[in-house]
């Protein structure tokens, strides 16, 4: 065995040399939370074997010190969000919120700062809740104007700098009732309206089964839009091995059918241990060795954590 620390993020599930193995990154707001310095976590990422990470809000680091971090951590961050606004009045991003243009332009400029930074070529352009006390459908129109012209607005920045801007549905069933964008459907809608190339569509598939499942079709349907995937099991937002709804060897191979090639970022909530699952378990068969390199599992480690046997690590 290879005494170097393999690629956890790299795992072909069907063993084929025509497919390329999916590429996992490590979401750094919901995982080594125990560390609560989000430099700290950038290592711990590397240190499971993650050669990527994504981040929802790094607004509370130094964005040189978060450079020098992830430099020494030998990481990429792939991804970040737009600053949420003020959440203390209950906001969850700005971009579709009336009379919040300028200030979601500003938040721009700082994700941009941060991006720059990091070298991340992909920020999460949030749309942002319905005004506090609205009905959906009296507000819907104007709101869905207003993320147009600000996706709009962000798709002539974020090109100057070689960035992609995502959008997001987020489920209104159980995560955030008055959360604007809850569905690919209506995510589509709106990217057809803005007709930028580098304005695309990310999509958890936590928020894509509660709100419609079908997921094959949507899939399918929507893959040419898709320019990052996160990944969590339904209905608990749980590592993908553990009980729910969702069939994730199944889901993985599809997308290798499907040449995904970017990253699927790990944003889910740990189950009882301090130290989440670097990479999670997709399959557990009686005789593993069968799959060969590419689809083994090895044993949990000391600190109970599943990892992926790659082919470095093989016999």
């Not at 065995?1 to 590429?23: C, F, I, N, T």
């Not at 074997?49 to 990481?75: K, N, T």
């Not at 936590?206 to 997921?215: A, E, K, R, T, V």
């Amino acid at each position: 065995m290879s005494s170097q620390v393999p690629d956890r993020g790299a795992v072909s599930l069907r063993g084929e040399s025509s497919m390329a193995p999916l590429r996992f990154c490590a979401n750094v707001s919901w995982l080594f939370t125990e560390l609560p310095d989000l430099r700290q976590r950038l290592h711990a990422a590397a240190a499971a074997g993650f050669r990527a990470v994504e981040a929802a809000w790094p607004y509370d680091s130094d964005p040189l010190e978060l450079q020098r971090a992830r430099q020494a951590a030998g990481v990429e961050v792939v991804l970040l969000n737009t600053p949420p606004g003020d959440v203390k009045a209950g906001e969850l991003g700005l971009g579709a919120v009336p009379g919040r243009e300028a200030d979601f332009r500003q938040g721009l400029d700082l994700a941009l700062t941060y991006a720059r930074a990091l070298d991340c070529k992909r920020i999460h352009l949030m749309a942002g809740r319905l005004p506090a006390g609205a009905h959906r459908p009296a507000v819907a129109k104007e709101m869905e104007a207003i993320f147009v012209q600000n996706l709009t607005y962000a798709a002539d920045v974020l090109a100057k700098e070689g960035i992609t801007g995502l959008i997001e549905p987020i489920n209104t069933r159980l995560t955030d009732p008055r959360y604007f964008l809850d569905s690919p459907h209506q995510a589509a809608a709106i990217l057809e309206r803005v007709g930028r190339p580098n304005i695309r569509l990310q999509m958890d598939v936590f928020h894509w089964q509660i709100m419609d499942g079908n997921l094959t079709q949507n899939i399918h349907k929507y893959f040419p839009l898709i320019g990052h995937i996160q990944v969590a099991q339904v209905p608990g937002r749980n590592e993908p091995d553990s009980p729910g709804e969702l069939n994730f060897p199944y889901l993985f191979g599809l997308l290798e059918e499907l040449q995904y090639q970017g990253y699927i970022g790990c944003e889910y909530k740990p189950r009882g241990m301090k130290e989440p699952p670097p990479v999670f378990l997709l399959c557990k068969e009686e005789n593993p060795r069968e799959r060969g390199p590419a689809g083994r599992w090895s044993e949990p480690s000391s600190s109970g954590v599943w990892l992926p046997v790659t082919e470095h690590e093989v016999d």
